[in-house]
């Protein structure tokens, strides 16, 4: 090959490698599906994610590292009103009013699948931009569609390969366990008075479905547990069809005898699969190409041992939903649609000092078992971070036993006073089975700061730039 065929082989590569120049002008799109475990504060990061993008023209500061900003090519960001898309729209101003109050509050979870999008116009950088600036204006336009959906649906996936008789015995061998034997006591009581092979009758299963449902929601809400199944039992509202309620029983192998509980059960669980899992996935997920996974590892490491293995077992099975090979079950349902990026990121890094917030990053990334994790080009590449979607502290120092520590201080929800808080240590790694002895000490709900309600000076955060560069910043050059 002459020096001139490689040269004309390299810029082909280097072309090959950049967006369409019709795309940037007319306006490529990119979908960043945003969802989280419990309590992970997922409507607050999507919130201030569009604030901070709102407001970045105004005050590029709040936003350095997402480069399109950080290097002066931001030309506007605004919120398409209207819009086409099927999704109920995120209510992003309904959220900020509410933090922007007096008194200020957090808005409440959303518990359905909905959806924002937001026009980004930027100067692309580099050769790019001088090529576009010949053909157009030399503004390009990126269409962002950020959606918002429950995490739990996503521990939904291995469902798809399970047997009803297998789920029942994995899931009550969960029940029968640790805390979940006391949440789960009314429900378990009803199994030993119903067995599983006499005639179906509606009142049980309505009954053993009602009971079911209330102990996952108890798991989650007052508990903190994770790994709930199936996801949108959780949310009742969202799943009103009668043939949708079941729950697990102590089920033999094989088929069950038709016309028994068991039966009935059966087939609305294969339903299930059928009528919600798989439309969701095929529906929506394959149209996602970047993924946000929020979670609240501080919370789960204040809740103590059995919190924070339930948490990493949610984890693990939400990785499957990031797995594309050959033989896989997303491989089989979504054909070549895939997620490019995902990212990992641990919520609330305000809660605790600077210096150990690379702690929390190490001990998420330990929990997702990354360096282990089949990371090939047949999957979605996939990052870790720490982040705070708002500031609501301040560090501070305090002494302990004549030893001064870093500390937080902020105001908890309903004080009048704002107080310092220590929370201990985060490891870098899983703690030790030896280790849960040591108590770590718990933090209260912050309040959120002074925000203005106007796009104008956005909000405070940790790392919300880094993330959003990682996820779109290749779609931005």
């Given at each position: 090959?002459?020096?001139?065929?490689?040269?004309?082989?390299g810029l082909s590569d280097w072309l090959s490698g950049m967006p369409d120049l019709a795309d940037l002008v007319s306006g490529s799109t990119v979908s960043l599906a945003v969802t989280g475990l419990s309590r992970a504060g997922k409507t607050v990061f999507i919130t201030s994610l569009?604030?901070?993008?709102?407001?970045?023209?105004?005050?590029?500061?709040?936003?350095?590292?997402?480069?399109?900003?950080?290097?002066?090519?931001?030309?506007?960001?605004?919120?398409?009103?209207?819009?086409?898309?099927?999704?109920?729209?995120?209510?992003?101003?309904?959220?900020?009013?509410?933090?922007?109050?007096?008194?200020?509050?957090?808005?409440?979870?959303?518990?359905?699948?909905?959806?924002?999008?937001?026009?980004?116009?930027?100067?692309?950088?580099?050769?790019?931009?001088?090529?576009?600036?010949?053909?157009?204006?030399?503004?390009?336009?990126?269409?962002?569609?950020?959606?918002?959906?429950?995490?739990?649906?996503?521990?939904?996936?291995?469902?798809?390969?399970?047997?009803?008789?297998?789920?029942?015995?994995?899931?009550?061998?969960?029940?029968?366990?640790?805390?979940?034997?006391?949440?789960?006591?009314?429900?378990?009581?009803?199994?030993?008075?119903?067995?599983?092979?006499?005639?179906?009758?509606?009142?049980?299963?309505?009954?053993?479905?009602?009971?079911?449902?209330?102990?996952?929601?108890?798991?989650?809400?007052?508990?903190?547990?994770?790994?709930?199944?199936?996801?949108?039992?959780?949310?009742?509202?969202?799943?009103?069809?009668?043939?949708?309620?079941?729950?697990?029983?102590?089920?033999?192998?094989?088929?069950?005898?038709?016309?028994?509980?068991?039966?009935?059960?059966?087939?609305?669980?294969?339903?299930?699969?059928?009528?919600?899992?798989?439309?969701?996935?095929?529906?929506?997920?394959?149209?996602?190409?970047?993924?946000?996974v929020l979670v609240d590892v501080l919370g789960a490491l204040l809740a103590g041992r059995e919190v924070f293995e339930d948490t990493q077992h949610a984890l693990d099975a939400i990785l499957e939903s990031f797995r594309y090979g050959r033989s896989g079950i997303l491989s089989r349902l979504l054909g070549g649609a895939r997620i490019e990026k995902v990212l990992f990121a641990a919520t609330k890094a305000d809660h605790v000092p600077d210096v150990q917030r690379d702690h929390l990053a190490s001990l998420?990334?330990?929990?997702?078992?990354?360096?282990?994790?089949?990371?090939?080009?047949?999957?979605?590449?996939?990052?870790?971070?720490?982040?705070?979607?708002?500031?609501?502290?301040?560090?501070?120092?305090?002494?302990?036993?004549?030893?001064?520590?870093?500390?937080?201080?902020?105001?908890?929800?309903?004080?009048?006073?704002?107080?310092?808080?220590?929370?201990?240590?985060?490891?870098?790694?899983?703690?030790?089975?030896?280790?849960?002895?040591?108590?770590?000490?718990?933090?209260?709900?912050?309040?959120?700061?002074?925000?203005?309600?106007?796009?104008?000076?956005?909000?405070?955060?940790?790392?919300?730039?880094?993330?959003?560069?990682?996820?779109?910043?290749?779609?931005?050059?």
């Open positions: 090959m002459s020096m001139f065929d490689r040269a004309g082989a569009v604030h901070n993008l709102l407001s970045a023209l105004h005050q590029p500061h709040r936003m350095p590292l997402l480069k399109v900003v950080g290097e002066g090519r931001l030309v506007a960001a605004r919120i398409v009103d209207g819009g086409t898309g099927v999704l109920p729209r995120f209510p992003y101003e309904r959220n900020i009013e509410r933090m922007a109050a007096s008194p200020a509050d957090w808005p409440p979870r959303t518990i359905d699948i909905s959806e924002i999008e937001i026009n980004i116009r930027f100067m692309p950088a580099g050769a790019l931009g001088f090529l576009l600036g010949r053909v157009s204006s030399g503004v390009a336009t990126l269409k962002l569609k950020i959606v918002d959906y429950p995490g739990e649906w996503l521990l939904d996936l291995p469902l798809l390969t399970q047997s009803y008789a297998d789920w029942s015995r994995a899931t009550l061998q969960l029940c029968r366990r640790g805390l979940r034997a006391e949440i789960a006591r009314d429900f378990l009581a009803f199994l030993s008075d119903h067995r599983p092979d006499v005639a179906a009758n509606e009142d049980d299963a309505k009954r053993a479905h009602e009971l079911y449902r209330q102990y996952l929601q108890t798991a989650r809400d007052q508990h903190g547990l994770s790994y709930l199944q199936p996801g949108r039992f959780l949310d009742p509202d969202t799943l009103e069809n009668v043939g949708m309620w079941f729950a697990p029983l102590d089920v033999a192998d094989g088929a069950p005898r038709a016309g028994t509980l068991a039966a009935l059960m059966e087939s609305r669980f294969e339903a299930y699969k059928k009528n919600v899992v798989i439309p969701f996935y095929e529906t929506y997920f394959r149209n996602f190409s970047r993924q946000v998420l990334r330990s929990m997702v078992a990354l360096p282990a994790l089949d990371v090939s080009s047949s999957n979605a590449a996939i990052d870790v971070a720490a982040l705070a979607s708002v500031i609501s502290t301040e560090e501070d120092s305090l002494e302990i036993d004549g030893q001064r520590v870093q500390v937080v201080v902020g105001k908890p929800v309903g004080s009048d006073t704002r107080a310092k808080f220590f929370i201990g240590n985060v490891p870098a790694r899983p703690p030790r089975p030896e280790a849960w002895g040591k108590p770590f000490l718990n933090i209260p709900v912050f309040e959120p700061p002074v925000i203005d309600v106007s796009p104008i000076d956005g909000i405070a955060h940790i790392n919300l730039d880094v993330a959003l560069d990682y996820l779109i910043g290749d779609q931005l050059r």
